[in-house]
């Protein structure tokens, strides 16, 4: 009941126009990451096609921990905490240890995926259209907030394409088996 429908994206009113906007649009590219994740086996979670190659499970757990970080930290201004860097791997992206994470589930991540976002919320909720305009110092940088926020968008949507990039090879070379045609 607290939602209106802006063009085909669900936006609450519990945000400011512009924040509920965003969030509507990082709500659906998580639809669109676990559509496209959903029906994977454990193998097709933990193939990669070489050593330098993250699979599927390490961009889900890489997705929310750069939500985690770029929400929390930088926007909340409340340090990870060491629990939380351990918990989400923060220092395994990208490096020769991501099969460590090959033994988490896809439940297990979509879990962490859902913490995060709730966290997401939470922040989001507290901040006004004109937060938007507030400027983060990072080193050498400054980032607005609006600019932080189409960050995450476009950083879940680039991660979103390398998966189905992984799901297609794995389909081309028949590790995923197709649907039967009735």
């Known amino acids: 009941m607290g939602e209106r429908t802006f063009w085909d994206l669900k936006i ?46 390490t961009l889900l757990l890489h997705i929310a921990e750069a939500e985690l970080w770029w929400m929390q930290e930088v926007i909340d201004g409340k340090t990870l905490t060491k629990k939380q860097k351990e918990e989400f791997r923060y220092d395994l992206y990208g490096g020769e240890n991501t099969k460590q994470i090959g033994k988490t589930s896809l439940d297990y991540l979509f879990s962490k995926m859902d913490r995060v976002r709730c966290k997401t919320r939470k922040i989001l909720q507290k901040l006004s259209d004109r937060d938007l305009d507030k400027v983060h110092k ?13 960050h995450l968008i476009e950083h879940e949507a680039s991660h979103t394409g390398q998966i189905s990039n992984l799901v297609n090879r794995m389909k081309q070379l028949k590790l995923i088996k197709p649907k039967p045609q009735s």
């Open 12 to 57: 609450d009113k519990k945000f400011s126009p512009q924040i509920g906007l965003i969030y509507s649009m990082l709500e659906e590219n998580r639809r669109l990451v676990k559509d496209k994740t959903r029906k994977l086996q454990p193998a097709h979670l933990l193939w990669r096609p070489d050593k330098k190659t993250n699979t599927v499970r």
């Open 138 to 150: 990072f080193k050498n940088d400054r980032m607005a907030y609006g600019y932080i926020l189409f």
